[in-house]
Nanobody
Framework: QVQLVESGGGLVQAGGSLRLSCAASGSIFSINSMSWSRQTPGQQRELVAS??????NIRYAESRMDRFTITRDKNTIYLQISSLEHEEAADYFC???????????????WGQGTQVTVSS
């Protein structure tokens, strides 16, 4: 089994900064990529940023390139958000594509999410 545990969400004042963490653990043979998505009530989950472990490639949703930074340290990824705006308030989810050495397959896993609230 693989577990993804997010942390770092909470209440932040508009204009402030926040760093979210997502740690992958369990039966991990390899990690292909990890990413952050966000979702607000009634809306579809949307990709914010991704990190491809095999290539080191980083991708951001176009509207977030200047204030979002995704980084990686082993099996953990981080999402630094600066100059938070009210529109950034959402549930943030981590996703990982994990390789299984026994079955030679890759599966997608989601974390439980961490909530970010932005106050005035």
């Amino acid at each position: 089994q693989v577990q993804l545990v997010e942390s770092g969400g909470g209440l932040v004042q508009a204009g402030g900064s926040l760093r979210l963490s997502c740690a992958a653990s369990g039966s991990i043979f390899s990690i292909n990529s990890m990413s952050w998505s966000r979702q607000t009530p009634g809306q579809q989950r949307e990709l914010v940023a991704s990190f491809t472990h095999t290539s080191g490639n980083i991708r951001y949703a176009e509207s977030r390139m200047d204030r979002f930074t995704i980084t990686r340290d082993k099996n953990t990824i981080y999402l630094q958000i600066s100059s938070l705006e009210h529109e950034e308030a959402a549930d943030y989810f981590c996703k990982a594509y994990i390789g299984n050495g026994q079955t030679q397959s890759t599966s997608a896993y989601w974390g439980q999410g961490t909530q970010v609230t932005v106050s005035s």
